[in-house]
């Protein structure tokens, strides 16, 4: 008899690195094994566990759309030990790979809908890979907003991409940096990422939105877009809390009853408001 241990992780090779911030980096990967390549598939939303070799596991999203089949793309800011090793990583070398974990953005429930994205800081990589998948099926949805801002011009994740986006039909991006936070060639807004998608003027009919960054951007968004029309139930997040097994085992990521590795990360304002204030 086979036991299969769902701790292992995949031996992933690494394929490409990237600095995003002086604190970001994305990453490419891609099974060692030929035919777990062939086999793999996600869904956008969905999270992976990644273990640096000696320093342990962390969460992050898989940042890359569902369509691209080569690779899978992960992006992290160095924080503590995991990332810390994760920072050192070059081509060639081997990490692991636990998952796809998680629920995931409805897109098929989106399809005709109106699509806004509000992200702030290192709250892009999860975003970026529902903007790839509905770009890639742009028939599917309607217009499409993308509000992003960061701290800095220097802080801005992905940022060689918002002009890509802004290039496809019906698609508006507006990127913001904090006041002070310019640089002189800066041609974007500088305001708070609520005050900006406010003065924005986005139409909320036949909307869904999806919000993702810092707490208390999350905060003073959540006004801005009830302002604007648009129901609890058409309000995404996806939530970070602190994870350890992934698979609803260890009772590490609990809001109450609901095990946010199984259940979320993915969830709307309107079941958010559910759940015990501890998340
Ligand atoms: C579903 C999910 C998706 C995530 N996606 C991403 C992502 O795409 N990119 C990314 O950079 N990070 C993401 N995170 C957060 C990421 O998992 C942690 O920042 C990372 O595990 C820190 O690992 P570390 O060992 O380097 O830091 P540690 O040494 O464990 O901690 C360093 C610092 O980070 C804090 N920290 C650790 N984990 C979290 C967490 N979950 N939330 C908030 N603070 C934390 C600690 O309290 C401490 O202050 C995600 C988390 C979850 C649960
Ligand atoms: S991370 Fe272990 S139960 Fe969710």
Redo the contacts with the bound molecule.
């Keep these: 008899m086979s036991l299969t241990n769902i701790y292992q992780p995949d031996l992933m090779e690494v394929l490409d690195v990237r600095q995003q911030t002086a604190d970001v980096k994305s990453v490419r990967i891609r099974f060692r094994d030929e035919a777990k390549a062939e086999q793999f598939s996600f869904r956008v939303g969905q999270?992976g566990i990644f273990s640096a070799f000696g320093a342990?596991e962390?969460?992050?999203?898989i940042?890359s759309s569902s369509n691209w089949k080569d690779f899978i793309e992960?992006?992290?800011?160095r924080?503590?030990?995991?990332?810390?090793a994760l920072w050192g990583i070059d081509n060639n070398d081997t990490i692991g790979f636990r998952g796809p974990y998680?629920n995931s953005y409805p897109m098929e429930k989106w399809k005709g809908k109106n699509l806004i994205f509000v992200g702030g800081g290192?709250a892009m990589?999860?975003i970026r890979c529902a903007i790839w998948y509905a770009l890639e099926n742009r028939r599917d949805y309607g217009q499409i907003t993308i509000v992003y801002g960061a701290r800095t011009v220097g802080d801005l994740v992905y940022r060689n991409e918002l002009d890509r986006w802004a290039e496809y039909d019906r698609v508006r991006v507006v990127r913001c940096v904090d006041p002070g936070g310019e640089t002189p060639d800066w041609q974007g807004e500088v305001g708070f990422v609520p005050a900006v998608l406010e003065k924005a003027e986005v139409s909320a009919e036949d909307a869904v939105a999806l919000v993702i960054g810092p707490p208390v951007m999350i905060k003073f968004t959540l006004p801005v877009l009830a302002k604007m029309g648009l129901a609890d139930r058409d309000i995404y997040t996806s939530l970070?809390?602190?994870?350890k097994c992934g698979v609803g085992k260890c009772g590490r990521c609990n809001c109450g009853p609901v095990y946010v590795c199984k259940e979320g990360?993915v969830f709307t304002l309107e079941q958010m408001k559910q759940l015990p204030n501890d998340f």
Excluded: L, Q
């Design positions: 999270f342990g962390s969460t992050f999203n940042c992960f992006c992290f800011r924080t503590g030990k995991v990332t810390d998680g290192i990589p999860p970070e809390n602190r994870m990360p």
